[in-house]
């Protein structure tokens, strides 16, 4: 499988509803990283109470 964004080979497949979509691994990450500055997720999890497992 190839990657949604280019014609790199895909590391990572996602699906939803029946729709396959791949990653390459540079992809991923960029992905990955919008997610993480998402406004809707830091309220979301804020909403859900959702505390870090990693240790201090």
């Known amino acids: 499988m190839r990657c949604h964004y280019c014609d790199s080979e895909a ?3 996602a699906e939803q509803a ?4 791949g990653l ?4 991923f990450r960029e992905r990955v990283e919008e997610l993480a500055d998402d406004e809707g997720l ?3 999890s804020e909403r859900l109470d959702v505390e870090s497992t990693e240790s201090e």
């Not at 029946?18 to 979509?21: H, I």
């Not at 390459?24 to 992809?27: F, I, L, Q, V």
Request: with cysteine.
């Open 11 to 13: 590391a990572y497949e």
């Open 18 to 21: 029946g729709v396959v979509v």
């Open 24 to 27: 390459c691994a540079d992809h």
């Open 42 to 44: 830091a309220a979301l």
